[in-house]
């Protein structure tokens, strides 16, 4: 996996840490539910981001195991945050425009990290090429704006 795209990835991913382990704003009650489940899995997000950056740093080493177990806990801990969230209701139009992002891009994330985890298995520790590492990317960058964009809403 070339440097530039490594770098990349582990920079959205301490994006996204960063982002779900700051404290979010009180509003309305059950907004607040969104809030307090985002922050009940904010601390998993964060394990698993540098579970993730720690496998992608040993990947060009050959070790591809520990990359595919990070992925697939962060892959399972997306969803599971996913389906939380899709329990919840916003109480504002804020908080129900700020949930379908969040729920849209952990969705596309969680896509992302699951493409990249099936292309690193498929090439059994060898390289991955770009076209399958830069759509990965490509599908983490839109939702990780999703994300922030909700979160943003969430937190005003």
Known sequence: MPRSVRRRLVLSGVLTCAVLAGPVAAAQATDNDLRTTLNTYAPKIVKDEKAVAKGIN???????KPLVKALNHEVGDL???????????????????????????????ASAYGALRRDVQAAHGGAVSASKVNAAIATDKKGRTKLLAGLKLLST
Request: glycine share 14%.
């Open 79 to 109: 969803h599971a945050l996913n389906k939380a969230l899709k329990n919840e209701s916003g109480s504002s139009a804020k908080g129900r425009k700020a949930k379908k992002d969040i729920v849209a891009g952990l969705g596309s994330i």
């Open 58 to 64: 040993e990947y060009p080493k050959g070790k591809s």
